[in-house]
């Protein structure tokens, strides 16, 4: 059965993407340094990035590549030109919004601009059939965790400081939220790979 899985890699005091975050700088001041696990030597050459992941690196890679639909907010979504129109391979993509789609995304066949995060997710799970649905971005995350409609986290925890950016868990309220930790794996260049399910 297929599962709602959010990957995202974070600093260790909890920051997605540095400070001055916008669409022209979208992973903020310095937010680079936390996806070097699995873009190493840079990303200006995405292919050749990805060619140089080796063990478990290139596994953890693999696993969240082998998606059967993404679903992600707007901020995430429009930000990064819509990568296009594809991403992971030609999945569906669902897109969380409160208004249409742009003209310059409206054409693109797997891209489904939703306004119900639960029909979202709900259609993103049929499409994936027994693949898992990627949640994209910490907002989504957040409504999504909420809502009850998140049920996996993997993080990827990297050795570094930033300080000030984006916190990936802020907007949750006060309520606590048990965690099953499924997995830990110790990744290439200092990265851990923290793998939770989501109690309910």
Not at 11 to 16: A, H, P, V
Not at 55 to 70: K, P
Request: with cysteine.
């Amino acid at each position: 059965m297929s599962s709602t899985v959010l990957y995202m890699s974070m600093s260790l005091d909890g920051f997605i993407a540095g400070p001055n975050e916008r669409p022209d700088n979208g992973l903020g001041d310095g937010g680079e340094r936390l996806h070097e696990w699995c873009l190493p030597g840079g990303a200006d050459d995405h292919a050749a990035a990805i060619g140089r992941l080796r063990g478990v690196n290139r596994a953890i890679y693999e696993d969240f590549m082998s998606t059967g639909a993404v679903v992600a907010g707007r901020g995430t979504f429009e930000p990064a030109g819509g990568w296009g129109g594809d991403h992971h391979d030609g999945v569906p993509i669902y897109i969380l919004s409160r208004g249409p789609a742009p003209t310059w995304a409206a054409e693109w066949p797997a891209v489904h601009y939703v306004s119900s995060l639960a029909a979202g997710v709900g259609d993103a799970k049929h499409a994936a059939g027994d693949k898992n649905v990627l949640v994209h971005g910490a907002g989504i995350a957040q409504l999504a965790l909420t809502a009850g409609l998140l049920d996996e986290l993997e993080i990827h925890l990297v050795p570094v400081l930033m300080g000030d950016g984006r916190r990936l868990f802020e907007h949750l309220g006060v309520e606590p939220r048990e965690l099953e930790r499924v997995r830990v794996l110790e990744g290439e260049a200092g990265v851990t790979h923290l793998r939770y399910r989501v109690r309910r």
